[in-house]
C-alpha cells in the first residue's frame, strides 16, 4: 500500500502501529546490545529512506517507509506501507516523526540517527528540540540514551554513569538532584559546560525552565 504525504486528507492509520514503535534513520546502524535488542523486539519498524536495506543484517522487514523513496533505495520484496513524502525542507526524521504526530503515536525510539555525516547527527539532536512537547521520543545510539524534557523529570540510571546536559536556549535555568556536579538554579547556555556529569545513584532529577537534552550513558562498566 502506497500513500502520499502531500495529499490533502492524509490517511490515519491508528490499526497500524503495535506497541513498542521504533524508527530507524539512515545513519550509523546500531552494533550494541541496546539498541539491537530494541529493534529486534519492536513491534512496529519504520524505516526512512535508504535504511531499509541495512535491516537484511538481521534478516527483518519494516512494516513502514516513508521518505522520497527512489525505488533503487529498496532491494527487497517490500508489501508494507510505503509512505512517500517528497518535501526536501524536511529530513528524513522530521518526515517519519510527522507522520507519526499526524496518527497520534504517543511515544517512539529512534535509532541510527547519528554517525556517518556529522550535520545529520547534529540536525537529529536539534530535531528533539522540536518534538519533545508533541510525543514521547527516546534516541539510542550505541552508546548512549538521549531525550528531550522541559520543567522536572526524573531517571533511572545506576551510580557512576556519564549524564550529559543540552540545552537549547540562552539563561535557562536548571537544576539537578543525585548527579556529582549539582547545579542548583544555575543559568545554562548552549555550550559544553553540563557535559561529563556523573549519576551518583540509581536515579536523578533534572528540572529545567526550557528545553534540555539528556544524554544518559548505557553501556556497561
Known amino acids: 500500500m502506497s500513500i502520499s504525504l502531500e495529499s490533502k486528507s492524509p490517511i490515519i492509520m491508528k490499526s497500524l502501529f503495535k506497541s513498542p514503535i521504533v524508527i530507524l534513520v539512515n545513519g550509523l546502524f546500531p552494533t550494541s546490545p ?15 529512506d535508504g535504511a531499509i536495506n ?10 513502514i517507509i516513508i521518505g522520497d523513496l527512489d525505488s533503487k533505495d529498496i532491494h527487497i520484496e517490500f508489501k508494507g506501507l510505503i509512505v512517500r513524502d517528497t518535501n526536501q525542507y524536511n529530513t528524513d ?28 547527527t547534529l540536525a537529529n539532536h536539534y530535531i528533539l528540540f522540536d518534538y519533545y512537547d508533541k510525543i514521547e521520543i527516546k534516541m539510542i545510539t550505541d552508546y548512549h540514551t538521549i531525550s528531550c524534557h522541559k520543567g522536572k ?37 548552549p555550550s559544553s559546560r553540563a557535559i561529563s556529569n556523573e ?9 529545567s ?9 548505557h553501556l556497561e562498566s
Not at 516523526?97 to 550535520?119: H, P, Y
Not at 549519576?199 to 528540572?207: G, K, M
Open 209 to 217: 525552565s526550557g528545553p534540555i537534552l539528556v544524554f544518559k550513558d
Open 199 to 207: 549519576s551518583l545513584t540509581d536515579n536523578f532529577e533534572v528540572d
Open 34 to 48: 541496546a539498541p539491537l535488542e530494541i529493534l529486534e523486539n519492536a513491534g512496529t519498524v519504520i524505516c526512512t
Open 54 to 63: 541495512k535491516l537484511e543484517k538481521l534478516d527483518l522487514i519494516p512494516h
Open 93 to 120: 526524521l522530521e518526515k517519519a516523526l510527522g507522520w507519526a504526530v499526524i496518527n497520534n503515536v504517543k511515544r517512539l525510539t529512534i535509532l541510527g540517527a547519528t554517525g556517518l555525516r556529522e550535520d545529520m
Open 153 to 189: 523529570q526524573s531517571f533511572h540510571s545506576s551510580p557512576g554513569k556519564n549524564i550529559s546536559l543540552f540545552v537549547k536556549d540562552y539563561d535557562t535555568t536548571v537544576s539537578t538532584i543525585n548527579l556529582k556536579y549539582s547545579l542548583n538554579k544555575s543559568l545554562l547556555d
